[in-house]
């Protein structure tokens, strides 16, 4: 038997879709915002109106922005000769956080996984081949996960790339096999990108 009102548990429904949301955290997100002053309710149902409004990809690395080119790409401090590539946003956010990268970035959006469907041509690799063979990238630092997708996207790029006049390295060891680097310490990344080496 139902207890709730029907639009309480349409909102629950709503919340279970999130990530790693079950069932009774969703029902917590409800019952909070069932008693939260009413401007605050108002002004979280806006930000994510305006989330989905104003935030785009990046023309250049297809990371997150608010505008054509994100604040790392227009960064005239950052090596725009030094490109690493990670497979999503959060990687990028993680390899950021660990301060020991100047370059920019390229975000491939996912791995090759062809039991998935995914192949080159639904990651951003003709775009990186395409930034590369400009002549500007000096080295591409290839920080995808450890997993078995991670790797192989990993093994196509250096291979994408041989034709090229660039220097490709890996980040080295220390990330964990099977890791994904949104998950990993920051000491332990900046470690790996230190000793980053060539594939």
Known sequence: ????????????????????????????????????????????????RELKKQVTVCNTCFCFSDSQTCRICRDPARDSS???????????????????????????????????????DELRIRELIARVSSGNVKEVVIATSTSVEGESTADYIYKSLKPFSVNVTRI????????????????????????RRAV
Not at 23 to 28: H, L
Not at 93 to 115: D, I, R
Not at 175 to 180: D, F, K, L, S
Request: a negative charge; hydrophobic letters at 45%.
């Open 1 to 48: 038997m139902k207890h709730y009102p029907e639009a309480m548990y349409r909102l629950i429904r709503q919340f279970c879709k999130l990530p790693g949301i079950g069932e009774k955290s969703a029902e917590r997100f409800v019952m909070y915002l069932l008693t939260a002053p009413e401007p605050e309710v108002n002004s979280l149902a806006a930000s994510i």
């Open 82 to 120: 030094l490109v690493c590539v990670v497979e999503s946003p959060a990687d990028m956010a993680a390899v950021e956080k660990s301060g020991a990268f100047t370059g920019v970035y390229h975000v491939l959006q996912g791995l090759l996984s062809p039991m998935d469907g995914i192949g080159p």
């Open 172 to 195: 080295a060891s220390g990330v964990p096999m099977g890791g994904e680097l949104k998950y990993i310490d920051q000491v332990t990344l900046k470690k790996a990108m230190e000793a």
